[in-house]
């Protein structure tokens, strides 16, 4: 019994931080895939777009590099001080939290939530079955 629980207090942490670490991901894709509005009739309005236009993609480039850095940071630092099976599980409960976000057919969020409970199988595995 104290595997299950340890197993399931482990799960919930790793849901809250890859979650966190999900988000920040979440945000670095949201900053590089969504477009900028159409361009305008007006010359200076137009100008005054393309100048923010392409502040904010530079920005979100550097937005996007250290998110990846962080995310794969935790992801080696659990691997490291862990094992492989509990970092998979929680770069999948990542893609979980980044897809939860974004707007998804139905079908996909199924998938997505049967991947989110798989990893807590995959959790207990690392931490009862592989130690």
């Known amino acids: 019994m104290p595997c299950i629980l340890k197993a399931l207090i482990g799960w919930l942490i790793l849901l809250v931080v890859s979650g966190a670490v ?3 991901l979440r945000q670095a894709l ?10 305008s009739t007006n010359p200076s309005v ?6 923010i236009d392409r502040r904010l993609k530079r920005g ?6 250290f998110n990846f850095v962080v995310s794969a940071v935790y992801l080696w630092a659990i ?21 939860h976000y974004a707007q998804t057919p139905g079908w996909i969020r199924f998938i997505a ?8 199988v995959l959790v207990w595995y ?4 592989q130690t």
């Open 126 to 129: 690392a931490l009862c079955k």
């Open 22 to 24: 999900g988000l920040f």
């Open 113 to 120: 939530n049967g991947i989110l409970w798989g990893s807590s």
């Open 30 to 39: 949201f900053g590089l895939l969504v477009p900028f509005p159409a361009e």
């Open 46 to 51: 137009s100008a005054a777009l393309r100048d």
């Open 60 to 65: 979100h480039i550097a937005g996007t590099i």
């Open 79 to 99: 691997a490291h001080f862990w094992n492989i099976t509990l970092a998979i599980a929680a770069f999948l409960i990542m893609i979980v939290i980044v897809e």
